[in-house]
């Protein structure tokens, strides 16, 4: 289970080494610094251990139950990104503007939604 949470977590990562985007920025005119600035960019594992990126994720998640989200809901949601910023390269860059929450908020619910008829089936 937490090998397929960190394949999904990595299908909705959108990264670059630094090299690359510092290039990039330098074909547009502008200097690395600036590049980063405008597009909200940081070290992909700094994006994925952020604050930010966990409350938006558990956001999405509550919008997706209805209801707020259980402490254990949050525990996992903290668990799949700090797993998922552990695994990324110290050079690999990404935006804080990704579909991690998304993808990662479906996921959980469907999990959920498994589970609770899994048990409702063990009780009948």
């Known amino acids: 289970m937490h090998n397929q949470l960190l394949a999904l977590v990595a299908t909705a990562l959108c990264t670059r080494p630094?090299?690359?985007f510092a290039q990039e920025s330098r074909l547009d005119g502008e200097s690395l610094r600036d590049a980063v600035e405008r597009y909200e960019v940081d070290y992909a594992w700094h994006?994925?251990?952020?604050?930010?990126?966990?409350?938006e994720t558990v956001t999405r998640l509550e919008a997706k139950l209805g209801q707020p989200a259980t402490g254990a809901q949050k525990a996992a949601v903290a668990t799949a990104l700090s797993a998922a910023a552990a695994s990324q390269a110290s050079d690999l860059l990404m935006?804080?503007?990704?579909?991690?929450?998304?993808v990662l908020a479906a996921w959980l619910c469907a999990r959920d939604e498994r589970a609770a008829v899994a048990e409702g089936e063990a009780v009948s």
């Open 95 to 102: 935006s804080f503007d990704s579909d991690v929450p998304e």
């Open 18 to 20: 630094i090299n690359g």
């Open 47 to 55: 994006v994925l251990a952020s604050d930010r990126l966990r409350a």
